[in-house]
């Protein structure tokens, strides 16, 4: 149980394009989501927290207009990074709590991005 | 705010050495912290995770003990197989349910055959 997807895995777009990256709970309904994001040799950074049905909350640093996150459903999250530049290139991580179990974190396996 | 490091940021290991990673944080009023496994391009794989009540965790070759009050954790490996090698993370949790994770930078370990 408690399994979370990610869709793309990978994703490949040019400089300037939007891309959108979805976070699913499988087996589980997850009240929150975050969204991290890991540069090469980094650790993992909180970009948002995510509650369903209401606005995410974002880090200090992290633009909100550009990195769009929504959270329709108990089992969807989406970010969004919009008018991306290369620098936008990383690898994004998603995570969920349930409510049954609101002490752990399920991640899931990542999206890597590449701008060109 | 708080900090977690994690030492050494690589290690390498031959087959079948005991070994310890260790993982430091500088605000010791946190709820758990939990230890992962990643490997390359992939995302995370729990392997323990302690409550802050807890001294220590286990589970097979893998034990986790936690010094809430110094700030420390440390990760135990027995026996290290080839296979183990990955980049493991330290991560703690501050606060109530539902709140982020914050992540050290991570120890790589390679166990050459």
């Known amino acids: 149980g408690a399994v979370v997807s990610q869709h793309p895995s990978r994703v490949i777009c040019k400089s300037g394009t939007s891309v959108k990256i979805e976070c699913r709970s499988l087996?589980?309904?997850?009240?929150?989501m975050f969204w991290y994001r890991q540069f090469p040799k980094q650790s993992l950074m909180l970009m948002a927290t995510?509650?369903?049905?209401?606005?995410?909350?974002?880090e200090q640093g992290v633009e909100k207009d550009k990195f769009l996150i929504n959270h329709a459903s108990l089992t969807l999250s989406t970010l969004t990074v919009t008018s991306a530049h290369p620098e936008d290139s990383s690898f994004y991580i998603c995570?969920?709590?349930?409510?049954?179990?609101?002490?752990?974190?399920?991640f899931g396996p990542g999206t890597r991005l590449t701008v060109t | 705010k708080q900090e977690v490091t994690q030492i050494p940021a690589a290690l390498s290991v031959p087959e079948g050495e005991n070994l310890v990673l260790n993982c430091s944080f500088t605000?010791?009023?946190?709820?758990?912290l939990q230890w992962f496994r990643q490997d390359p391009g992939k995302g995370l794989t729990s392997l323990l995770l302690?409550?802050?009540?807890?001294r220590e965790q286990t589970s097979g070759r893998l034990n986790a003990s936690l010094d809430k009050s110094s700030g420390r954790s440390t990760l135990y490996i027995a026996a290290s197989q080839p296979g183990d090698s990955a980049t493991y993370l330290c991560?703690?949790?501050?606060?109530?349910?539902?709140?982020?994770?914050?992540f050290g930078k991570g120890t790589t370990l390679s166990v050459s055959s």
């Open positions: 995570s969920a709590t349930s409510p049954l179990n609101p002490y752990e974190q399920y």
């Open positions: 087996d589980f309904q997850a009240t929150t």
């Open positions: 995510s509650n369903e049905g209401s606005k995410a909350t974002y």
């Open positions: 605000d010791s009023a946190i709820y758990n």
């Open positions: 302690i409550q802050s009540s807890q």
């Open positions: 991560a703690v949790r501050q606060g109530q349910a539902g709140t982020a994770l914050i």
